[in-house]
T-cell receptor
Framework: SQELEQSPQSLIVQEGKNLTINCTSS?????LYWYKQKYGEGLIFLMM?????EEKSHEKITAKLDEKKQQSSLHITASQPSHAGIYLC????????????FGPGTRLSVLP | NAGVTQTPKFRILKIGQSMTLQCAQD?????MYWYRQDPGMGLKLIYY???????DKGEVPNGYNVSRSTTEDFPLRLELAAPSQTSVYFC???????????????FGDGTRLSIL
């Protein structure tokens, strides 16, 4: 099993609808990153959460970190076609080859 | 702002051929990484480097080699291309030191490689 699991695996919503993507870690979370990837492009950094209970927003995207549940959620309000893409969560692991570990991604489609 | 630049964007190789994927960053980042991304499999770390002259294996290093002679460049070499190496390859960089931990990675746009 992977260290980071994401749900749902894919999501199709109508434009204007709200949605939530979850990222759950099998290990204690000390910090978490959210990235977005459009087809044929690299990953774009969205935001980083470092403390339990921390909540950050970027335009209509809000992410929250729940250390007790070892989980982070990404919420999009009033979705738009521009929100479509693959959302990946990631963590930085010191002592694990000093690298980033990523979840498998959630593919979001927004229908106009 | 260039950020992380990968070349080429697309490439088709025949089995057994060799090639080098280029990666350059202009942000003075000390860490650089190579990932491969296969459909539904997420990102797998191939190799990483913590600074010029220092490289180490990631999760899936077999069939690849890297070098880091400068801070800016981190090329990935495929010596004998195999169909299993068909994938999208991403280079990334980040800055880390004990006083500024948890800095995010910056990614290039990827190289789409097909081995036929």
């Amino acid at each position: 099993s992977q260290e980071l699991e994401q749900s749902p695996q894919s999501l199709i919503v109508q434009e204007g609808k709200n949605l939530t993507i979850n990222c759950t870690s099998s290990k204690t979370l000390y910090g978490l990153y959210w990235y977005k990837q459009k087809y044929g492009e690299g990953l774009i950094f969205l935001m980083m959460l470092q403390k339990g209970g921390e909540e950050k927003s970027h335009e209509k995207i809000t992410a929250k970190l729940d250390e007790k549940k070892q989980q982070s959620s990404l919420h999009i309000t009033a979705s738009q076609p521009s929100h479509a893409g693959i959302y990946l969560c990631g963590v930085f692991r010191l002592g694990y080859g000093q690298n980033f570990v990523f979840g498998p991604g959630t593919r979001l489609s927004v229908l106009p | 702002n260039a950020g992380v630049t990968q070349t080429p964007k697309f490439r088709i190789l025949k089995i057994g051929q060799s090639m080098t994927l280029q990666c350059a960053q202009d942000m003075n980042h000390n860490y650089m990484y190579w990932y491969r991304q296969d459909p539904g499999m997420g990102l797998k770390l191939i190799y990483y480097s913590v600074g010029a002259g220092i490289t180490d294996k990631g999760e899936v290093p077999n069939g690849y080699n890297v070098s880091r002679s400068t801070t800016e460049d981190f090329p990935l070499r495929l010596e004998l291309a195999a169909p299993s190496q068909t994938s999208v390859y991403f280079c990334a960089s980040s800055y880390w030191d004990s006083g500024a931990p948890n800095q995010p990675q910056h990614f290039g746009d990827g190289t789409r490689l097909s081995i036929l």
